[in-house]
C-alpha cells in the first residue's frame, strides 16, 4: 500500500493545510513551501475553514490533521470527495491505529501519514496522490491492506460502524456524554442516541459505560 510510484517533478503542487496547532500549520508551511515543487496557498484551523479555503483557491493537494474542530479531517475528506473537482486529501494523525487509517480511507482520503514518521514521508504521500495513487505509512499499510481485502460483512464488528458510528465512539470514548456528542457532530441528540445503539449492538456490547471501555481499549478516543 506504501507505493512510491513516479510522479511529475515539472509541475508546481498547490497545498492547504488543516490543523488546530498553529504552530504545526507553520512548520508544515515552512517546510513544504522550503522544498521545490510545492506551494502552500492556504491554511486553517478548522474542518469548516479547510472547505472555504478549497473553494477559494482550488489546490491539487489538502493535508489535514485527523482531529479539527467542526469537522475532523474524515468529514472534510468525505465532502471535498463529493466534488467533481475533488482535491486530494492527505489525512496526517498522530493515531497509528488501523481502524483511523481505515476510516480515513474510506471517507475518501488518499492517504494516512502517521506523524511519529520522518517529514520524508509526508512528502512522499503528497507526490503519490498528486499522482493519483494510494498510499498509508508502512507501518500500518499492512493491516490496511488485509482489512480491506476482506468483504466488509466478514471484517471484525469495529470496521462495521458506519464513519458517523465510528465518529461518536471516538466521542464517547473521550469523555463527552452524549448531548456534547450531538453538539460536536451536529446533528440531534436523538439521531446520536440512535447512533450509540446501533454502535452497542453492532460491537456486541450492554452499556455505554462498556462503549467507552471498549474504545479505551481499542484506542479509539484521540
Given amino acids: 500500500m506504501a507505493d512510491l510510484g513516479n510522479s511529475s517533478m515539472t509541475e508546481t503542487i498547490r497545498i492547504v493545510l488543516g490543523d488546530d496547532h498553529e504552530m504545526v500549520r507553520e512548520g508544515l508551511a515552512q517546510i513544504l513551501t522550503e522544498r521545490n515543487g510545492f506551494e502552500v496557498v492556504g491554511q486553517a484551523p478548522t474542518g469548516a475553514g479547510v472547505l472555504r479555503l478549497v473553494e477559494q483557491t482550488k489546490p491539487d493537494v489538502a493535508v489535514l490533521d485527523y482531529t479539527m474542530p467542526e ?12 466534488r467533481s473537482d475533488p ?36 512528502i512522499d504521500a503528497i507526490r503519490i496522490v498528486q499522482s493519483g495513487k494510494t498510499y498509508v505509512s508502512p507501518t500500518l499499510s499492512g493491516e490496511v491492506a488485509q482489512h480491506l481485502s476482506v468483504p466488509s460483512r466478514k471484517r471484525a464488528t469495529i470496521d462495521r460502524l458506519s464513519r458517523r458510528e465510528f465518529e461518536l465512539l471516538r466521542l464517547l470514548g473521550r469523555g463527552h456524554p452524549l448531548k456534547e456528542c ?20 453492532k460491537l456486541g456490547l450492554e452499556s455505554t459505560a462498556s462503549l467507552i471501555r471498549f474504545a479505551l481499549e481499542h484506542g479509539i478516543d484521540g
Wanted: charged share 20%; aromatic share 6%.
Fill in 182 to 201: 450531538a453538539r460536536l457532530m451536529q446533528i440531534s441528540e436523538s439521531t446520536a442516541s440512535t447512533y450509540r445503539q446501533r454502535i452497542v449492538g
Fill in 71 to 82: 469537522m475532523d479531517g474524515s468529514e472534510v475528506a468525505r465532502a471535498l470527495s463529493d
Fill in 87 to 122: 482535491t486530494h486529501v492527505v489525512i496526517l494523525s498522530m493515531h497509528e491505529n488501523v481502524h483511523y487509517a481505515v476510516h480515513a480511507l474510506q471517507s475518501g482520503a488518499k492517504a494516512y501519514v502517521v506523524k511519529s514518521q520522518p517529514f520524508s514521508e509526508l
